[in-house]
C-alpha cells in the first residue's frame, strides 16, 4: 500500500545546549487550558503554526536518553515550522549574569532550571490573541480565542493532530469576517476595530519579527488600540524579550509586589523599582513570579465575567 506524502511529516532532533523544561518554556504561547493552537497530550506538546510559508501542526516530544526534542512537522509551512524550533524553545535566550532574587524566586528558578523564554518569529500571530485580552477577564478572551478559532481557523494539518486543534485565520480571512459575525464571538467593537486594523497591515507588523524589541515595539504602538501592554505582551512572545514588562497589567502589579514584599497592592511605578535591579532580565523574574503560584489578596468584588454578544 502506498502512504501519501501529504500526510508524512518532516522531521528534525533538536540537541539543546541545556536542559530544557518544555512546559514551562511554551507556556507563555498557551491560551488557556483548551487552547485550539495548543495541546498537551502524554508530555508531547502539539502546536498549530501560521508560517510565512503556510499553516504547519508542529508535534514537539522530549527524549531523555537522546538528549534531544523530537520534533515532527505536517504542512505547507512544515520546513519552516522545523526551522524555527531552536528559537521556540529558547536556543537563542541569554540568561547570563542572571541572579534570581533570594528565597522562594530563587527555588523556583532552581525547580525550573530548564525554562527558556521562547521566540516564535510571528508578530501578528502574537498580536491576535493580545488584542482579544485587552481590559477583560483571562476567561473572557479565552473563550473568544477559542470562538473564533473553532469558527473560523482552519483544521490542523496532519493525521496525528489530536482533535479539535486548529490553525489561526489568515489576516486576509480575518478581514473578510462581518460585524456581527464577531459580535457573536463575544468581541466588542473596541477591541475588533484595533484587531481589523492591525489585520489590514499585518505583513508590515510581521516585518517587524526581525527588528530589535525596541523598534518591534514603536511599530506596535503606532497602530490606534496597541498601547505599552499589547506591545508587550507581543514581543515577550514574539522576539522573547527578556527585559519587557507588561505596565498597565490588571493584576501583575499586585502579584510581583506580595512575592517580594508581602503586601497586598502594589502599583506600576512600584512593581517596576521591584525589578529595577534585574535589568536586563525582568520579564525572566516575572516568569518566576508567575510561577511560584503566590497570589495578592483580592478585595472587593472581582471583575464580572461578560458576554458582549448579549449587549
Known amino acids: 500500500m502506498t502512504v501519501s506524502t501529504a500526510v508524512l511529516p518532516r522531521q528534525r532532533r533538536y540537541f539543546p545546549s541545556a536542559p530544557l523544561d518544555l512546559g514551562a518554556t511554551l507556556a507563555p504561547h498557551v491560551r488557556g487550558p483548551y487552547d485550539p493552537c495548543h495541546r498537551v497530550v502524554g508530555g508531547v506538546h502539539w502546536r498549530t503554526w501560521r508560517t510565512p510559508t503556510g499553516s504547519a501542526t508542529l508535534r514537539l516530544a522530549a527524549d531523555p536518553a537522546a538528549g534531544c526534542i523530537d520534533a515532527d512537522a505536517w504542512g505547507a509551512g512544515a520546513d519552516w515550522a522545523l526551522e524555527a524550533v531552536p528559537a521556540l524553545l529558547g536556543d537563542a535566550d541569554d540568561a547570563g549574569g542572571f541572579e534570581p532574587p533570594p528565597g522562594r524566586l530563587r527555588d523556583v528558578h532552581r525547580r525550573l532550571a530548564g525554562m527558556r523564554l521562547s521566540r516564535s ?17 483571562s476567561i473572557e478572551a479565552w473563550r473568544c480565542w477559542s470562538r473564533l478559532l473553532s469558527a473560523f481557523g482552519e483544521p490542523a494539518p496532519g493525521a ?9 485565520p489568515s489576516s486576509s480571512a480575518l478581514l473578510e469576517i462581518r460585524d456581527w459575525e464577531w459580535h457573536r464571538l463575544g468581541l466588542d467593537g ?3 476595530h484595533t484587531l481589523i486594523g492591525a489585520a489590514r497591515v499585518a505583513a508590515r507588523l510581521d516585518e517587524a519579527a526581525a527588528f530589535d524589541v525596541d523598534d518591534a515595539v514603536r511599530r506596535l504602538t503606532s497602530l490606534p488600540g496597541i498601547g505599552l501592554w499589547t506591545a508587550a505582551e507581543v514581543v515577550q512572545r514574539s522576539h522573547g524579550a527578556a527585559d519587557v514588562v507588561s505596565v498597565g497589567d490588571y493584576h501583575l502589579p499586585n502579584t510581583v509586589g506580595f512575592v517580594f514584599t508581602g503586601a497586598p497592592r502594589t502599583s506600576d511605578e512600584q512593581m517596576l523599582a521591584l525589578l529595577e535591579p534585574y535589568r536586563p532580565h525582568r520579564q525572566r523574574v516575572v516568569r518566576l513570579v508567575e510561577a511560584c503560584g503566590s497570589r495578592a489578596p483580592r478585595y472587593g468584588p472581582r471583575m464580572p465575567l461578560r458576554d458582549n454578544r448579549r449587549v
Open 190 to 192: 473596541r477591541r475588533r
Open 160 to 168: 496525528g493532530a489530536p482533535d479539535g486543534m486548529r490553525v489561526l
Open 121 to 137: 518569529g510571528r508578530v501578528f500571530e502574537a498580536l491576535v490573541p493580545a488584542v482579544l485580552e485587552q481590559l477583560v477577564t
